[in-house]
C-alpha cells in the first residue's frame, strides 16, 4: 500500500519569497513516480512536476523544484520567487510499479501575501 | 486545446435520480480514472480503466458505476445519488508505464450538486 503525508494544512508566503510545501511518503514498490498537482479555486488539478524513484538529480520545472530525498522518503515542492497567482492547494502524490493510479496526500493550502 | 473534457462542468440532480457524468480524451490514453474530491479534501479514487479491464476500489459504493465503450470515453454513472455524493468528479487518463512514471492529465472536473 502507498501513503503520502503532507502535514501542512494551510502555508503563507510573502509575495517573490521563495517556499517550500513538504511532502513524505511510504511505498513497498521499489520503482514508483512522484507528482505535484496545482488545485486552483476553480477546481481543476494542474501538473507541475515530476520525480521518478531512480532519477538521480531532482527534477525542476520553472520556479518549481521537487527537494527529493529518498533516505527520508520525502518529496517536498520549492517554489521560487512567489506569486500572487500561485495562490492554490497543492497536491502531492504519488504511482508506484504495481498500482497504477495516483495516491495523493491531505494537500497544501498555499496563500501568498502581496 | 483541452485533452480531457469533462461535461458537464457543472449538474444539479434530485435525490435519488440516476446521473451520468462523462469524459473524454485526445490523448489515446490506455487508463481512464475516476476521482471524488469533497470539499477540502483530497481526491479520493473510485474506479479505473487499464484498456477494457475494469478496476474498482475495496471501499468504492455499489451506487457508482461505470463505463468505457471505447478508449476515448468514460462515463461515471451514479444509480441513486444521496446528498453524500455532493462533490467535484474528477476525470483522469495515463500512458500507463512500468513504474508507474506516467504523468496523469486531469479535466477539469464535474461538481455535482445534489437536491
Known amino acids: 500500500a502507498q501513503k503520502i503525508t503532507q502535514t501542512q494544512p494551510g502555508m503563507f508566503v510573502q509575495e517573490k519569497e521563495a517556499v517550500t510545501l513538504d511532502c513524505t511518503y511510504d511505498?513497498?514498490?521499489?520503482?514508483?513516480?512522484l507528482f505535484w498537482y496545482k488545485q486552483p479555486s476553480s477546481g481543476e488539478m494542474i501538473f507541475l512536476i515530476y520525480?521518478?524513484?531512480?532519477?538521480?538529480q531532482n527534477a525542476t520545472e520553472g520556479r518549481y523544484s521537487l527537494n527529493f530525498q529518498k533516505a527520508r522518503k520525502s518529496a517536498n515542492l520549492v517554489i521560487s520567487a512567489s506569486q500572487l497567482g500561485d495562490s492554490a492547494m497543492y497536491f502531492c502524490?504519488?504511482?508506484?510499479?504495481?498500482?497504477?493510479?495516483?495516491?495523493f496526500g491531505s494537500g497544501t493550502q498555499l496563500t501568498v501575501l502581496p | 486545446d483541452a485533452m480531457v473534457i469533462q461535461n458537464p462542468r457543472y449538474q444539479v440532480t434530485q435525490f435519488g435520480k440516476p446521473v451520468t457524468l462523462s469524459c473524454s480524451q485526445t490523448?489515446?490514453?490506455?487508463?481512464m480514472y475516476w476521482y471524488q474530491q469533497k470539499s477540502s479534501q483530497a481526491p479520493k479514487l473510485l474506479f479505473h480503466?487499464?484498456?477494457?479491464?475494469?478496476?474498482n476500489e475495496a471501499d468504492t459504493p455499489d451506487n457508482f458505476q461505470s463505463r468505457r465503450p471505447n478508449t476515448s470515453f468514460c462515463f461515471l454513472d451514479i444509480r441513486s445519488p444521496g446528498l453524500g455524493d455532493a462533490a467535484m468528479y474528477l476525470c483522469?487518463?495515463?500512458?500507463?508505464?512500468?513504474?508507474?512514471?506516467?504523468?496523469?492529465?486531469f479535466g477539469q472536473g464535474t461538481r455535482l450538486t445534489v437536491v
Open positions: 483522469a487518463t495515463s500512458r500507463d508505464q512500468i513504474g508507474g512514471a506516467a504523468e496523469a492529465f
Open positions: 511505498t513497498s514498490d521499489p520503482s514508483y513516480g
Open positions: 520525480q521518478g524513484s531512480y532519477d538521480q
Open positions: 502524490a504519488m504511482t508506484g510499479r504495481t498500482a497504477r493510479q495516483l495516491t
Open positions: 490523448l489515446n490514453h490506455n487508463v
Open positions: 480503466y487499464y484498456d477494457k479491464d475494469f478496476n
